[in-house]
C-alpha cells in the first residue's frame, strides 16, 4: 500500500483494452469493472513503482 501503480488489460490480439493508472495504492481490495468485456482471454499487466511488473492471464467465460 502507499505506491504507485499502473494496470493495463490487453485482448487476445494485444490491444489495449484499459490503462488504468492509481496514484496510491490502497489497503482494501482494488476492483476493476470488466462488464463490457466480451468472452475471451486477457492479459492483465501491473506495474508498481519503476520497476516491479507483474502478469497474469485471465478468462471471461460468461453463459447469457
Not at 15 to 34: C, H, K, N, Y
Not at 36 to 60: E, H, L, P, Q
Amino acid at each position: 500500500a502507499g505506491a504507485a501503480a499502473v494496470i493495463k488489460i490487453y485482448n487476445a490480439k494485444g490491444q489495449q483494452m484499459l490503462e488504468q493508472i492509481i496514484g496510491t495504492i490502497p489497503s482494501d481490495p482494488f476492483r476493476i469493472d470488466l462488464g463490457n468485456y466480451t468472452n475471451g482471454i486477457y492479459t492483465i499487466t501491473v506495474k508498481v513503482g519503476d520497476f516491479r511488473v507483474k502478469s497474469a492471464k485471465m478468462i471471461i467465460s460468461r453463459d447469457y
